[in-house]
């Protein structure tokens, strides 16, 4: 029997190091948003303790581009985001998922080559 990669229709995590994250094949050296919809771009923050409400109002806004739940890569450890926040993004019916980043990128992968509606927010922490 012969087998075949899966081929996704969207953008995937195809790599990840601590100091970078591909998509599609091309390295990116920053923080990263991107979404099974086709949304792909550089996210501000490097940290974790970093996080402003400017990030929260970032994630919101996936809910207007047909996002219903982000995964959240928190960087080297898993942490979670905080319960004002929680509370903001259940509000506008968007689900999220902490992670440490490099369990982000493997479940962003898995949900969007199920077609789900899906965005990963992943931190690099360098």
């Not at 081929?7 to 995590?13: F, G, K, N, S």
């Not at 979404?35 to 940290?47: I, K, N």
């Not at 903001?88 to 949900?111: F, K, W």
């Amino acid at each position: 029997m012969k087998l075949q990669p899966d081929q996704m229709d969207t953008l995937a995590v195809t790599g990840y190091d601590a100091s970078w994250i591909a998509v599609n094949g091309v390295r990116h050296s920053n923080s990263l948003i991107v979404s099974a919809l086709g949304l792909l771009m550089p996210w501000e923050r490097s940290h974790f303790d970093q996080l402003q409400d400017s990030d929260l109002a970032q994630l919101l806004a996936l809910k207007d581009q047909g996002i219903e739940l982000i995964v959240l890569g928190s960087g080297k450890q898993l942490r979670f985001l905080p319960p004002t926040w929680l509370k903001s993004l259940h509000a506008h019916q968007l689900g999220v998922e902490c992670m440490d980043t490099p369990a982000a990128c493997r479940t962003y992968n898995i949900l969007a080559g199920e077609g789900r509606r899906v965005a990963a927010a992943l931190l690099l922490q360098i």
